[in-house]
Nanobody
Framework: QVQLVESGGGSVQAGGSLRLSCAAS????????MGWFRQAPGKEREFVAG????????YYADSVKGRFAISRDTANNTMSLLMNSLKPEATAVYYC???????????????????WGQGTQVTVSS
């Protein structure tokens, strides 16, 4: 059974940093794109950042560009999201996602990801 498990969420003051991690098991994601999404209360799930299967290419939502950094460790089947200069509007549940298709491209659409974690809460206070 494929599982994605997020960790690293928590509460932080505006301007602070958090590092989210995603650990995959049940399948090796060495040739598939992965990404992070978030969902705030009363809002739709939105794309935050994506990384290509090679790890060479990354893509960010405009709202986080320059402050967040996505990375992956294929050998350990993990992915991370370093979030700096956090703002209160970043408060949301953050989800790790992975495509099920080999050599998949980064997508900003949730429908293109086949595996999802349970989510981890990030709360940024002003």
């Amino acid at each position: 059974q494929v599982q994605l498990v997020e960790s690293g969420g928590g509460s932080v003051q505006a301007g602070g940093s958090l590092r989210l991690s995603c650990a995959a098991s049940g399948r090796t994601f060495s040739r598939e794109a992965m990404g992070w999404f978030r969902q705030a209360p009363g809002k739709e799930r939105e794309f935050v950042a994506g990384i290509s299967w090679s790890g060479y290419y990354t893509y960010y939502a405009d709202s986080v560009k320059g402050r967040f950094a996505i990375s992956r460790d294929t050998a350990n089947n993990t992915m991370s999201l370093l979030m700096n200069s956090l703002k209160p509007e970043a408060t949301a549940v953050y989800y790790c996602a992975a495509s099920g298709r080999r050599f998949s491209s980064i997508s900003t659409s949730a429908i293109d990801y086949d595996y999802w974690g349970q989510g981890t809460q990030v709360t940024v206070s002003s």
